[in-house]
């Protein structure tokens, strides 16, 4: 592995049993809370569009908002968050996802992201894929294009960044964790 990530990795804390028992929690306040950390894994993720045009960086509720404003200064586009249903004030559009059990829905202001723009999709770590395929959902369906989905983390074993290349969307990850 590059060093590049080898020193991203160590600066992710690892919470065994968190939320519950057999989760690996893979905590990324202590890469946000490293100055070098945060700068290079935001340099290292926008660096494929370095130069290009993005018309908006779309991120996740919550740890997606953080790197997603990061990653939208260092673009120069437009900042757009995804949300749980209902902390949106204006008129939404929305889809359901499955999670583990059960349903959730998220949301995104429907003047947020024009059509035809071109939007690069944010969170801190893709697992089996659901939410950021439900994000990019989200936003094709308001006719927009999503060049990339990027995500500090990725876990492999669980598939998530396959599914979302299945979509025709391509994934940039900057450090993996084998298992779940
Ligand atoms: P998924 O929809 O399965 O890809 O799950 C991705 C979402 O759940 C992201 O918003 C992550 O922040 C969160 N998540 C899932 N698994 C973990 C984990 N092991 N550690 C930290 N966050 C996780």
Not at 19 to 24: D, E, R, T, V
Not at 57 to 65: D, K, N, P, Q, T
Not at 98 to 120: C, F, K, N, Q, V
């Amino acid at each position: 592995m590059k060093p590049v990530d080898q020193s991203l990795q160590s600066s992710i804390r690892t919470i065994p049993d968190y939320p519950k028992a057999g989760i690996l929690f893979r905590d990324i306040t202590t890469l946000l809370g490293d100055p070098r950390a945060f700068r290079r894994a935001v340099d290292e993720l926008v660096h494929p569009w370095a130069g290009s045009k993005i018309d908006k960086v779309a991120g996740i509720e919550a740890r997606g908002f953080i790197l997603g404003g990061a990653v939208a200064h260092q673009l120069s586009a437009g900042f757009v968050p995804i949300r749980k249903r209902g902390k949106l004030p204006h008129d939404t559009v929305r889809i359901a996802y499955s999670l583990e059990y059960g349903l959730d829905e998220m949301e995104m202001h429907r003047d947020a992201i024009a059509p035809g723009e071109r939007t690069i999709l944010v969170d801190d770590l893709i697992a089996t894929g659901g939410t950021a395929e439900a994000a990019v959902k989200l936003i094709q369906g308001i006719g927009a294009e999503v060049v990339a989905a990027i995500f500090v983390i990725d876990l492999p074993d669980l598939g998530g960044a396959k599914r979302i290349e299945a979509l025709g969307v391509p994934v940039r990850t900057l450090v993996a964790f084998e298992g779940h």
